[in-house]
């Protein structure tokens, strides 16, 4: 396909500027007059004109750009999350290059590589577990980084979040109270965060002379997995009568394995999940659940992320606030 893109000369010759004019409205349109404003934007509307961005990228060392690392495209955890960055780095006219590592270390490792390697301006991590190697690559690179989805621990730079481990704590006691005492633990990816979830139930039954019954796959939640991992329990521990799953979509594929062999919900077999997503509430049996803060943790990392880069004090530690919700199932 031949190239017929447009220079700044083209839309200079189009509008009757010169090519500075052009040039300083690219930068910072309140630089020309008004009449020039408008002219200039007419033609590059009228010739679907794209910006170069790349001598601004050389002169300013800024790329205008924010990396994120997701661990896995299919989790659907993250879209809320990606929605709360989007929303104000597109409000400060920043892109977002959003690559994903499955959960892999080494993958982890290489995607953070290729990420720095575009010149991003700031990082936005959704995990605290990093390769040393990983940690070494962000630390040299001088630009801002923030880790979300848990608190507490070491971190970083800024870290955005909410505790995984008091979450599940309160949750366990939300079952201890309503007379359940034979409790698992559905794990998906047995990860830091399923792992923190898992300590906050242990911590809460230990409390009472109890222990957890725990299940990780390791493999990515699903209404399939946590239907499957339902009916595996019932073979060794017929007598649980309350599940906690460290995601929805694994309720309700507990729910959905009760209500087709007729088991009470909640009187037989309490169900518990995490982050409040539609999939559980969008029942006629809602599912109880953590309700955690997806997109206001993205938002709030992002406008310190950008503060940062704009030279202002930004708090480098936020704990944001998550809700336990009883539903029906509890």
């Known amino acids: 396909m031949k190239n017929n893109r447009m220079t700044l000369q083209d839309i200079a010759n189009l509008a009757g500027l010169n090519k500075m004019t052009v040039s300083r409205y690219l930068r910072d349109p309140g630089q020309v ?4 404003r408008e002219l200039i934007a007419k033609v590059m509307e009228e010739n679907n004109y794209i910006p170069n961005r790349a001598p601004e990228i050389l002169l300013n060392a800024r790329s205008k750009t924010i990396g ?23 409000a400060h006219h920043y892109q977002t290059l ?3 590592y499955e959960y892999d270390p080494q993958r982890e490792e290489r995607e953070v590589l290729n990420l720095l390697s575009y010149n991003i301006d700031g990082l936005i991590l959704t995990s605290k577990q990093h390769s040393d190697r990983m940690v070494q690559y962000v630390r040299a690179s001088g630009i801002p980084v923030a880790e979300l989805m848990d608190f507490g621990g070491q971190q970083l730079d800024i870290q955005v979040g909410f505790d995984n481990e008091k979450a599940a704590w309160d949750m366990t006691n939300a079952f201890l109270e309503s007379g359940k005492r034979a409790i698992a633990f559905f794990g998906s990816m047995d990860d830091p965060r399923d792992l923190s979830r898992f300590h906050g139930t242990e911590l809460a039954l230990a409390a009472h002379g109890l222990k957890a019954y725990h299940m990780a796959p390791r493999t990515i939640s699903s209404v399939a997995l946590g239907r499957q991992m339902f009916l595996q329990m019932q073979q060794s521990r017929p007598d649980i009568d309350a599940i906690f799953c460290t995601n929805d979509d694994l309720a309700v594929g507990v729910l959905l394995a009760c209500q087709a062999q007729g088991i009470a919900v909640p009187q037989n077999m309490a169900i518990a999940g995490f982050h409040g997503l539609e999939i559980g509430r969008a029942r006629l049996q809602k599912i109880a659940s953590v309700i955690t803060p997806r997109y206001e943790i993205g938002k709030t990392a992002s406008e310190i992320l950008i503060a940062r880069l704009a030279g202002k004090d930004a708090a480098d530690r936020v704990n944001l606030a998550y809700q336990i919700y009883y539903g029906d199932t509890l």
Do not use: K, W, Y
């Open 33 to 36: 007059s008004q009449r020039s």
């Open 68 to 90: 994120v690392l997701i661990p896995s495209f299919r989790n659907q955890i993250f879209a809320d999350v990606l929605a709360g960055i989007e929303s104000v780095t597109s």
């Open 98 to 100: 959003i690559a994903n």
